[in-house]
């Protein structure tokens, strides 16, 4: 059976309590495996079988709801037994959103900017009710606020009119609002009547609705209240301030969210428009989705490079910094790789595509992004749970309130007295209840957090590795490429014997590596081609990973490699011991180089050390980690370096297989730990750790295989990583401690609970312009971290 994991965006959210509404209503379509609906990303991923549910179904059953759900992207990710994810295109779901099906192309990236197209155009549609409703509602609410003031401030003088008077002619104006820039909070009731869900809309609309009706009864009918003695006070000022302040609410929420998305439409808009290939002999220009693979794109002075590829002809160097955040242009030449989006400088050349629309690096990228950024940390588990039990509660607490001031507060007020004060309670609970800030405070600090990281390079692979990376208190580095350079050279050359030349030992060893890919293998070689010296072809090669190559030259045994490979083998390296000493002393890597069992020579190779390094460990100390170093390397050159650079642990002489175990040893310790490496053969590793982050150096960059991918193998953004988890943390959970606090503090204030020993009651309209702050606050908060370092 195979399963789709699919991103789709959801339409018509009001707020949190719809994300849960939704996720409920289509996990419980057959076919469906999970679904986790985002509100702040108004994503959703859904796990389902396609033989067995359309999309158009899923879609069917959430549009009577008042939602809807579209297509994303034209390719899905398959998920087949072995977990590995493959491409296929889509066939058989049908996509509702006819605007999606002929003008976009299958592999463009434009869907997130036709995402903010519509984002736009909400915006647009609340602004023009804002525009006739927020004036009414301002000038209702300072003449409220004055008519409150008047009563504890003796010395304002009196209102030219008063409430009670002005209440009849706001009859006319408050249907008006009620029905035309109210009707979603009504359409929440009617489908809280109907389907028995229930959202934010629905605790606004019950709220406004019960003012408004009620006081429209007391204004056309007031003879029946006066005949059974009920209160004649009317409240319409409620229903317009509150729904136009909570118009206003949604409308700054709505165009900070635009904001937080700001980074990944910056990422997309590095894609070149359009690319100048050759076709049947021409040069053509064609629209970027038009390109296929092995086509011969041109490229010229200054031209963005469309897609990624590999030169046939021609040299230049490319501007790849948006990319490797590198500031070096790199030389290219026939057989090297392009990337889109990076900048040719002077030279021309000809590339075949290898990779075009959503293969690219750069849309893998962004699809990573935009992945990491729907995706829910763990936090906000705790606020999804409660506010989705937040709506009927807040329903079920308000009706009690009622119940309260009429049966117990009848005991000592009089009965309409008690009444109107229930009344008040029961609106100003449901109208402060609502768990919008809840439901903002982590996906927007998680949008504005991973999207920052983007921007400098640091893509974070989802919600979780983000939360995660706060928490840990070791990090250990890989040591060649890591913490090194990567790029080994030999320092010295010692015989061991009087008759043989160093010549001769670089000669034999440089030999024996020629079929190894391990970069000291690689700084044999070089300094063999420095020296001018010709290589002999072995006849046999063995690689023995993590101690050194094997290998028969005109039958002769040559062994090339570490002590421990010395002593499998028989080689005697007592006579080597000064040297040994000498060599690792100085934090340079002794290789063995033996000839039939004798030991001929040693060639010592050094690695130089990142310039950042040492302030990288000095740094992660001051923010109270514990460093470690692991490495295959000898014990003493590992030490040497350690201390070069402060390192706390030494894990040495661990053979590739065994890093994981040594990860998994510190975890069982208790330890958090954070694995840095290359990605490529430190793989198990940075899966064994909590956060396995990956060093990209240049262009090769393994961004699937850590959770945290660094690109070009800078050490300063890995401690800018750790920053932004940990700024991005400590935003969450502000965001999160005001919106419980507000809420907590906020219920029993709208209830009444001050009315007993203050003689003050909350008048609803200040539930209104509270709740509709809470929100914009949350916003603002999170979009606070783009401007942290
Ligand atoms: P690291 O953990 O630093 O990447 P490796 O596990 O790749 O190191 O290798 C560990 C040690 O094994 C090296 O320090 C070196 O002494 C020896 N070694 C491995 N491969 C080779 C080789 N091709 N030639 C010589 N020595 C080798
Ligand atoms: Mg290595």
């Not at 009918?221 to 005949?227: A, L, R």
């Not at 983000?466 to 080994?488: N, Y």
């Not at 081609?529 to 006849?539: A, F, H, R, V």
Request: glycine share 8%; with cysteine.
């Amino acid at each position: 059976m195979s399963e789709v994991n699919k991103v789709l965006a959801i339409k018509g959210m009001r707020c949190a309590s719809c994300a849960s509404v939704i996720e409920k209503k289509v996990g419980k379509v057959e076919g469906v495996k999970s679904c986790s609906v985002n509100y702040g990303t108004e994503k959703a991923q859904i796990v389902y079988d396609p033989n067995l549910v359309s999309i158009d179904k899923m879609n069917f059953e959430i549009s009577k709801l008042g939602y809807s759900m579209s297509d994303l992207s034209g390719a899905d990710k398959v998920l087949d037994n072995t977990g590995h994810h493959s491409l296929v295109l889509v066939d058989s779901s049908p996509i509702t959103d006819p605007s999606l099906t002929s003008s976009t192309p299958r592999h463009s990236m434009s869907t997130s900017s036709s995402g903010k197209d519509e984002k736009l155009i909400e915006l647009k549609n609340l602004r023009s009710k804002l525009i006739v409703v927020l004036p009414v509602s301002m000038i209702l609410f300072v003449y409220v606020t004055y008519d409150i003031l008047r009563m504890v401030l003796a010395f304002i003088p009196i209102t030219p009119i008063g409430m009670d008077t002005l209440n009849k002619f706001l009859f006319l104006i408050s249907s008006f609002v009620m029905f035309w820039a109210g009707k979603p909070f009504i359409d929440g009731v009617i489908r809280f009547i109907k389907y028995r869900v229930s959202n934010m809309d629905t605790l606004i609309g019950i709220g406004t609705l019960t003012s408004y009706v009620y006081s429209s009864f007391v204004t056309l009918f007031p003879s029946v209240m006066t005949k059974y003695s009920l209160p004649t006070d009317t409240y319409f000022d409620v229903s317009i301030v509150i729904i136009g302040f909570v118009l206003l609410g949604k409308y700054l929420e709505a165009r900070s969210k635009i904001k937080t998305g700001e980074d990944i439409e910056k990422l997309i808009g590095l894609q070149a428009k359009t690319a100048l290939v050759l076709r049947s002999g021409e040069e053509v220009e064609i629209p970027i989705d038009q390109v296929v693979i092995k086509d011969i794109v041109i490229i010229k002075p200054g031209q963005k490079i469309p897609v990624d590829g590999k030169i046939t002809e021609g040299y230049s160097t490319v501007d790849e910094s948006m990319i490797s955040g590198e500031s070096m242009p790199v030389e290219k030449k026939a057989g090297d790789i392009v990337i889109g989006a990076t900048i040719n400088k002077q030279g021309t050349f000809m590339f075949e595509a290898t990779k075009v629309g959503s293969d690219t690096m750069l849309s893998q990228i962004i699809q990573m992004v935009e992945r990491a950024q729907g995706s829910k940390a763990p936090i906000q588990n705790l606020a999804d749970r409660i506010s989705s039990v937040f709506v009927p509660t807040v329903l079920i607490l308000s009706i009690l309130s009622f119940l309260a001031w009429v049966g117990i507060g009848s005991l000592y007020l009089p009965f309409s007295k008690a009444l109107s004060l229930g009344l008040v309670s029961f609106v100003g609970v449901l109208v402060i209840a609502c768990p919008c800030a809840l439901g903002l405070a982590t996906p927007t600090a998680i949008i504005v957090g991973t999207g920052k990281g983007a921007q400098k390079g640091i893509f974070i692979k989802d919600a979780k590795a983000l939360e995660t990376l706060h928490k840990v208190d070791t990090m250990i580095f890989d040591k060649t490429g890591t913490l090194t350079k990567g790029t080994p050279v030999v320092t010295d050359v010692i015989t061991l014997k009087n008759d043989i030349t160093e010549e001769c030992i670089l000669t034999q060893a440089g030999s024996a590596e020629k079929g190894s890919e391990h970069p000291l293998g690689d700084a044999i070689i070089k300094k063999v081609s420095e020296k001018n010296l010709t290589l002999d072809k072995p006849e046999e090669f063995e690689a023995i990973e993590g101690k050194g190559v094997r290998t028969r030259i005109s039958n002769e045994e040559i062994i090339v490699g570490n002590l421990r490979l010395m002593e499998e083998s028989n080689v005697d390296t007592s006579t080597s011991q000064a040297h040994i000493e000498r060599l690792s002393g100085e934090g340079k890597t002794p290789i063995f180089v033996a000839k039939n069992f004798t030991l001929i020579g040693i060639i010592a190779i050094a690695d130089t050390i990142k310039d950042e390094a040492r302030d990288a460990v000095k740094a992660l100390h001051k923010m109270g980690l514990k460093v470690a170093m692991i490495t295959g390397d000898n014990k003493r050159t590992a030490n040497a370096i350690a201390s070069q650079l402060g390192i706390d642990i030494v894990l040495s002489e661990v053979l590739p297989g065994d890093k994981a175990n040594e990860v998994q040893r510190l975890q069982e310790k208790g330890a958090i730990v954070a694995m840095v490496g290359d990605g490529v053969n430190d793989a198990p590793a940075l899966a064994q750790s909590d956060v396995g982050i990956a060093m990209g150096t240049g262009t090769d960059v393994a961004i699937e295989s850590a959770d945290v991918t660094l690109l070009a193998g800078n050490l300063n953004r890995l401690i800018e990583s750790v920053k932004l988890s940990k700024s991005t943390m400590a935003v969450i959970k502000e965001n999160l401690v005001f919106a419980f606090a507000y809420n907590v503090l906020g219920i029993p204030i709208a209830a009444g609970i001050l009315y007993p020993f203050f003689g003050m009651m909350l008048n609803p309209i200040f539930a209104g312009v509270a709740m509709a702050m809470s929100s914009v606050s949350v916003v603002s908060n999170s979009l606070r971290l783009k401007a942290a370092s």
